[in-house]
């Protein structure tokens, strides 16, 4: 494993500072100086890592693990060459401020657990890593586009990641559905619902759809956000996997949302849990929602919510 990632997995640990605000480069710098005390990385064949191995990981870190002003990015980039490049430049750049990337899923290892990705290799994993990577440098530095979304769903579709057209195929004229529900199935599709014992569930969405007043409960804030999506498509398809997708790919949540997110998405062991559920479920879903309309839906940039969930959809495996 290469030092750089050592170091982000150390970031994101017990040990680490776990600090998600932006900071200069030479704030960051310090904040791992107990990483390199504790010889959290090393030099070549394991020895102790020189001066000048240490200013390569911390410049590998900040390019690969950091959110940065574009123009800084470029130099550091440009000064990374392992045979020719100047590995301390970044300390020229000491007051430039940049945040650490998220850990998102990341394992001990620092892959993806397989139970995030039906791509079972190595390769795929990382690419997908870099993938996120980018796309929250572009989300941060300039906001994203439709152009942007063409080209990672096509990424995505590249490595197996596909948004599933035949399973979910496009919503039509949602705005004009009628409320049928009474007392009694009055047509094939709330007969099945019947059947399936979601009578109940069934009238409570429809009313969810009809009432512009209605409130989501912890009980059926995804249900609550299906409803209103389908009355008003300005507002975002919401599950336990689109939260998930935001918070991998969004940069921009602060420390409370992602501490909220943290809570609903992961059980005590760091575990994926089934169902997102606990006190802030309602929480979650309203933080979503403002990042979704403020961050990344942009109607002159041709970025709807439904373009956007064509993008989010892939992720969330």
């Known amino acids: 494993m290469s ?6 997995i150390w970031w994101w640990g017990d040990s680490g500072p776990a600090n998600e605000e932006p900071l200069t480069i030479e704030q960051i710098n310090t904040e791992l100086q107990p990483a390199l005390k504790t010889s959290v990385v090393s030099g070549k ?11 390569y990981a911390v410049l590998k870190f900040l390019i690969e693990k950091c959110i940065l002003p574009v123009s800084v990015n470029t130099v550091l980039v440009a000064n ?70 063409e080209n ?26 009628i409320n049928t529900s009474g007392e009694t199935p009055t047509n094939l599709a709330e007969a099945l619902l019947w059947k399936l014992g979601k009578w109940q569930s069934y009238k409570d969405f429809a009313s969810n759809y009809t009432d512009d007043d209605s409130k989501p409960t912890k009980q059926n804030v995804v249900f609550f956000a299906f409803a209103k999506h389908l009355k008003n498509r300005k507002n975002p398809i919401y599950d336990q996997h689109a939260i998930r997708a935001l918070w991998a790919i969004c940069g921009n949540l602060t420390s409370t949302e992602r ?10 062991k760091g575990e994926w849990k089934q169902v997102g559920s606990g006190s802030i479920t309602i929480d979650c879903y309203e933080l979503f929602v403002k990042h979704i309309n403020v961050d990344l839906v942009s109607l002159d940039k041709g970025v709807t919510s439904s373009v956007l969930d064509r993008l989010l959809m892939p992720h969330k495996r």
């Not at 795929?124 to 929250?136: E, F, G, S, Y």
């Not at 769903?153 to 559905?177: C, H, R, V």
């Open 3 to 8: 030092n750089q990632d050592k170091l982000h």
């Open 259 to 268: 501490k909220k997110c943290k809570t609903l998405l992961f059980n005590r």
């Open 80 to 149: 990374s060459n392992p045979k020719n490049g100047n590995y301390s430049v970044w300390r020229k750049h000491l007051d430039v401020r940049a945040s650490v990337n998220p850990l998102n899923a990341l394992n001990s290892n620092g892959i993806m657990p397989s139970d995030s990705l039906s791509a079972s290799n190595v390769a795929n994993k990382n690419t997908l890593k870099k993938l996120i990577a980018n796309l929250q440098k572009i989300i941060m530095r300039n906001g994203i586009d439709k152009g942007s979304i």
């Open 45 to 55: 064949q394991g020895n102790k890592i020189s001066t000048a191995g240490w200013n």
């Open 152 to 177: 990672l769903i096509k990424s995505l579709s590249d490595m197996g990641f596909q948004y599933d057209d035949k399973k979910f195929p496009a919503l039509k004229g949602t705005e004009n559905f």
